[in-house]
């Protein structure tokens, strides 16, 4: 009776591991079967308790700590057709005091953070709706000022402000020209490399009113090709300055709305520099301008009087690598201190300094990264952070006094713990996930403590047990050179360690990224887990210059992009291509923008390991991209001739062995199209066989109209008969 029970289990749990579902690429890029649900942002309201969400076109107020809803704030549907507006809620944004919201519809893409729009001003007093912009056209970044009765906007690369009282809109600059002058946004290179796209700034009085002014005449063009069933097609020029080319000539102004006087901002007489954020103090007279120099090691914070027009240095720093620009930079009310994050130690961590300049203590200290600036709780003298203190796989929130006391971890669960804090510190949701479970979504008082849960994604738990998912396991191993790294692996479906399975490697790579960490991959986790169910190992690793392990781990490839990163890929191959259970003819590694780069290098410089490599819309040649990013980490081609031309794959096409699939978006305005084509000439030139799909009118992104199901198909069966 006993072998017969035993012989009724295994039967039932060998029928089960068969009956566990197999992900199809249907279920990732048409139903999307797997995903996961998430919380929006918060938009968080003055008090700290509540806060308001778009939903089905309706603002409405919610209690953060019950989740109850309390009221409708505005329905956009009964404003529709008044002042122009369309009657749809694109997004919105309360002025200071909340007695007004800024309604943004119809919105068009420009760039990767570049909008235009119609904006709308709802009063909440008068119940009344009033346009913005009542001519023809649409306009960019409408922001109230502190006391909500003026609006400032951009149109047509110019600078203008309304004034809401009175109706009279007032055109601050009068030069904009598109591809020659910009007054208040940024030029194409500022909006990817420096992370923003609106380049102006109220007072904190609405008296003044702080922009950048780019003078782009003399960056050359850049022309891409779009196709839309006409007779022609449709030619896009915009300014794109590549490595060593001239960049934007830009200056910091201020504009007095009472003389209507524009001001330039004196920071020096250099004129190929960055200007890469402008900040106002607590003061309203005071502006921070960044003067930072072309090879981005030396940066200068200028505090400047505006009524006097007068101009000193509050901060200067200067790193033997590059610096990193964030918006960490943080004024404190009592107008005598500032929060400044840096790596002048070794590792990015939190400084109080004084406003003469003069560092006061260090906040944070330690060998690891803080990873995420959250605020400062001035009432309660507190600073919140996030940091990778227990582990570079692992993030957690932390607060610390002003002081530099009473330092205290108040997130406990493992995996990445990511905080929206609300407007008075005194509650924070919490995103928490690991590598092997979607995100958690808690509200929490300031303490810690758990109020309520927002969202547990149980049905992605229930989806891992259906389709019988392998847990993602991490490791780590020492490469040929002594340098541990970390790497994630999944094991294929009924893993048998007897056998030998082909290995398939995904990665990024590029300067601070990571791969390898203990959080969720959303989608991505799925497409790895169907590769696994068609029985390959799927392995991750970060290689030297990735980010969370310190400063000289992540700028040891500075002048030598591609090259470590390439040999630990290849060291990383061959490591997995030793394993037991592993065969090593048959690896393959796939990669995306900076991982379709590597993961060229790595088929070319890494032919005897491996078989076969993906590249979506790699850099193929470093010439080719643009000056801010390229010369952070290589400078220009006239000073470092040998790093562009060791690293760059157009340079050794001849030594494809593989298989090799090359894919990029024809309308890729970031990495251009350029670089494929060249890719194609190396090899063609090399008499290589290749495979390649190109996508006309998709970016780098490369989706809409079935793009990503089109692209995924490729991809899978690629891997499935080339690997």
Same mark, same amino acid.
């Given at each position: 009776?006993k072998h017969i029970l035993l012989l009724f289990i295994a039967v039932t749990m060998s029928t089960m591991s068969f009956s566990q579902k197999e992900i199809t690429t249907e279920d990732l890029w048409q139903k999307y079967t797997f995903h996961a649900k998430s919380v929006p942002g918060f938009n968080f309201l003055k008090?700290?308790?509540?806060?308001?969400?778009?939903?089905?076109?309706?603002?409405?107020?919610?209690?953060?700590?019950?989740?109850?809803?309390?009221?409708?704030?505005?329905?956009?549907?009964?404003?529709?057709?008044?002042?122009?507006?369309?009657?749809?809620?694109?997004?919105?944004?309360?002025?200071?005091?909340?007695?007004?919201?800024?309604?943004?519809?119809?919105?068009?893409?420009?760039?990767?953070?570049?909008?235009?729009?119609?904006?709308?001003?709802?009063?909440?007093?008068?119940?009344?709706?009033?346009?913005?912009?009542?001519?023809?056209?649409?306009?960019?970044? +409408?922001?109230?000022?502190?006391?909500?009765?003026?609006?400032?906007?951009?149109?047509? !690369?110019?600078?203008?402000?309304?004034?809401?009282?009175?109706?009279?809109?007032?055109?601050?600059?009068?030069?904009?020209?598109?591809?020659?002058?910009? !007054?208040?946004?940024?030029?194409?290179?500022?909006?990817?490399?420096?992370?923003?796209?609106? $380049?102006?700034?109220?007072?904190?009085?609405?008296?003044?009113?702080?922009?950048?002014?780019f003078n782009e005449s003399a960056v050359k063009e850049f022309t891409m090709t779009r196709y839309n069933n006409d007779l022609y097609p449709e030619y896009e020029t915009f300014k794109y300055p590549k490595v060593g080319e001239k960049n934007a000539e830009v200056s910091a102004h201020t504009y007095c709305l009472k003389?209507?006087?524009?001001?330039?901002?004196?920071?020096?007489?250099?004129?190929?520099?960055?200007?890469?954020?402008?900040?106002?103090?607590?003061?309203?007279?005071?502006?921070?301008?960044? %003067?930072?120099?072309?090879?981005?090691?030396?940066?200068?914070?200028?505090?400047?009087?505006?009524?006097?027009?007068?101009?000193?240095?509050?901060?200067?720093?200067?790193? #033997?690598?590059?610096? =990193?620009?964030?918006?960490?930079?943080?004024?404190?009310?009592? %107008?005598?201190?500032?929060?400044?994050?840096?790596?002048?130690?070794?590792?990015?961590?939190?400084?109080?300094?004084? *406003?003469?300049?003069?560092?006061?203590?260090?906040?944070? $200290?330690?060998?690891?990264?803080?990873?995420?600036?959250?605020?400062?709780?001035?009432?309660?003298?507190?600073?919140?952070?996030?940091?990778?203190?227990?582990?570079?796989?692992?993030?957690?929130?932390?607060?610390?006094?002003?002081?530099?006391?009473?330092?205290?971890?108040?997130?406990?669960?493992?995996?990445?713990?990511? +905080?929206?804090?609300?407007?008075?510190?005194?509650?924070?949701?919490?995103?928490?996930?690991?590598?092997?479970?979607?995100?958690?979504?808690?509200?929490?008082?300031?303490?810690?403590?758990?109020?309520?849960?927002?969202?547990?994604?149980?049905?992605?738990?229930? #989806?891992?047990?259906?389709?019988?998912?392998?847990?993602?396991?991490?490791?780590?191993? %020492?490469?040929?050179?002594?340098?541990? /790294?970390?790497?994630?692996?999944?094991?294929? %479906?009924?893993? =048998?360690?007897?056998?030998?399975?082909?290995?398939?490697?995904?990665?990024?790579?590029?300067?601070?990224?990571?791969?390898?960490?203990?959080?969720?991959?959303? !989608?991505?986790?799925?497409?790895?887990?169907?590769?696994?169910?068609?029985?390959?190992?799927? $392995?991750?690793?970060?290689?030297?210059?990735?980010?969370?392990?310190?400063?000289?781990?992540?700028?040891?490839?500075?002048?030598?992009?591609?090259?470590?990163?390439?040999?630990?890929?290849?060291?990383?191959?061959?490591?997995?291509?030793?394993?037991?259970?592993?065969?090593?003819?048959?690896?393959?590694?796939?990669?995306?923008?900076?991982?379709?780069?590597?993961?060229?290098?790595?088929? /070319?410089?890494?032919?005897?390991?491996?078989?076969?490599?993906?590249?979506? +819309?790699?850099?193929?040649?470093?010439?080719?991209?643009?000056?801010?990013?390229?010369?952070?980490?290589?400078?220009?081609?006239?000073?470092?001739?040998?790093?562009?031309?060791?690293?760059?794959?157009?340079?050794? $096409?001849?030594?494809?062995?593989?298989?090799?699939?090359?894919?990029?978006?024809?309308?890729? =305005?970031?990495?251009?199209?350029?670089?494929?084509?060249?890719?194609?000439?190396?090899?063609?030139?090399?008499?290589?066989?290749? =495979?390649?799909?190109?996508?006309?009118?998709?970016?780098?992104?490369?989706?809409?109209?079935?793009?990503? *199901?089109?692209?995924?198909? #490729? *991809?899978?069966?690629?891997?499935? !008969?080339?690997?």
């Amino acid at each position: 009776m006993k072998h017969i029970l035993l012989l009724f289990i295994a039967v039932t749990m060998s029928t089960m591991s068969f009956s566990q579902k197999e992900i199809t690429t249907e279920d990732l890029w048409q139903k999307y079967t797997f995903h996961a649900k998430s919380v929006p942002g918060f938009n968080f309201l003055k008090d700290g308790k509540h806060y308001t969400r778009l939903q089905e076109n309706v603002i409405k107020k919610y209690d953060l700590t019950t989740g109850d809803f309390v009221s409708d704030i505005l329905v956009g549907a009964d404003l529709k057709d008044k002042e122009g507006f369309g009657g749809k809620i694109g997004s919105y944004t309360f002025s200071d005091d909340e007695s007004k919201i800024m309604i943004k519809s119809e919105s068009q893409q420009i760039y990767r953070r570049s909008t235009k729009a119609k904006f709308h001003v709802y009063d909440m007093t008068t119940k009344s709706i009033t346009s913005v912009w009542d001519k023809e056209g649409k306009i960019g970044y +409408a922001t109230f000022d502190p006391t909500a009765e003026k609006v400032a906007f951009t149109f047509e !690369n110019d600078l203008y402000y309304k004034d809401l009282k009175t109706g009279v809109i007032t055109q601050i600059t009068q030069d904009g020209e598109k591809n020659k002058i910009i !007054n208040g946004s940024t030029d194409w290179v500022y909006e990817e490399e420096f992370s923003f796209a609106k $380049a102006f700034f109220w007072s904190p009085d609405g008296a003044k009113l702080a922009f950048i002014r780019f003078n782009e005449s003399a960056v050359k063009e850049f022309t891409m090709t779009r196709y839309n069933n006409d007779l022609y097609p449709e030619y896009e020029t915009f300014k794109y300055p590549k490595v060593g080319e001239k960049n934007a000539e830009v200056s910091a102004h201020t504009y007095c709305l009472k003389n209507k006087k524009i001001n330039k901002v004196d920071i020096g007489d250099e004129t190929d520099i960055y200007i890469p954020r402008l900040k106002w103090t607590k003061d309203k007279n005071k502006l921070i301008v960044f %003067k930072m120099n072309r090879h981005q090691n030396d940066l200068t914070l200028f505090i400047t009087d505006t009524k006097k027009n007068k101009t000193k240095v509050l901060l200067n720093e200067k790193n #033997k690598y590059y610096i =990193d620009i964030t918006d960490n930079l943080t004024f404190l009310e009592d %107008k005598k201190h500032f929060i400044w994050t840096s790596e002048k130690d070794g590792f990015n961590h939190v400084y109080l300094y004084d *406003m003469s300049g003069n560092e006061k203590i260090a906040l944070t $200290a330690g060998d690891y990264d803080v990873t995420n600036f959250y605020g400062v709780d001035e009432k309660n003298q507190k600073l919140y952070y996030q940091s990778a203190e227990s582990s570079p796989l692992r993030k957690q929130v932390y607060e610390v006094n002003l002081d530099g006391t009473g330092k205290r971890k108040i997130t406990g669960k493992s995996g990445i713990n990511n +905080a929206q804090w609300s407007s008075t510190f005194d509650y924070f949701v919490n995103n928490q996930s690991t590598i092997n479970s979607a995100a958690t979504y808690t509200v929490h008082e300031r303490s810690g403590k758990v109020v309520r849960v927002i969202e547990d994604n149980a049905g992605i738990k229930d #989806k891992q047990k259906e389709y019988g998912v392998a847990p993602v396991e991490f490791f780590e191993f %020492k490469t040929s050179e002594g340098v541990e /790294l970390n790497g994630w692996m999944i094991k294929p %479906k009924n893993f =048998d360690a007897s056998k030998k399975y082909p290995v398939f490697m995904t990665q990024y790579s590029g300067p601070g990224s990571q791969q390898v960490t203990d959080g969720w991959k959303g !989608n991505n986790y799925w497409w790895y887990q169907q590769i696994a169910q068609h029985g390959y190992v799927v $392995a991750c690793i970060d290689p030297r210059g990735t980010g969370g392990r310190g400063e000289e781990f992540k700028k040891m490839t500075y002048l030598q992009l591609g090259k470590y990163e390439t040999i630990d890929q290849i060291e990383a191959a061959k490591y997995l291509g030793g394993l037991d259970y592993t065969d090593a003819s048959r690896i393959g590694i796939y990669g995306w923008s900076y991982g379709g780069y590597m993961s060229s290098l790595c088929i /070319l410089k890494g032919n005897d390991v491996f078989k076969s490599a993906i590249a979506v +819309a790699p850099v193929t040649n470093w010439k080719w991209y643009d000056t801010v990013y390229t010369e952070r980490y290589m400078r220009t081609i006239s000073e470092n001739q040998s790093g562009y031309n060791e690293n760059s794959p157009v340079y050794f $096409a001849d030594q494809l062995k593989g298989n090799y699939l090359l894919v990029h978006g024809i309308a890729d =305005d970031n990495v251009h199209f350029q670089n494929a084509a060249e890719m194609m000439n190396a090899l063609i030139k090399a008499n290589k066989q290749y =495979d390649t799909y190109s996508y006309p009118n998709r970016n780098h992104g490369i989706y809409g109209d079935n793009a990503r *199901m089109h692209l995924w198909t #490729k *991809m899978n069966d690629f891997i499935f !008969n080339k690997i």
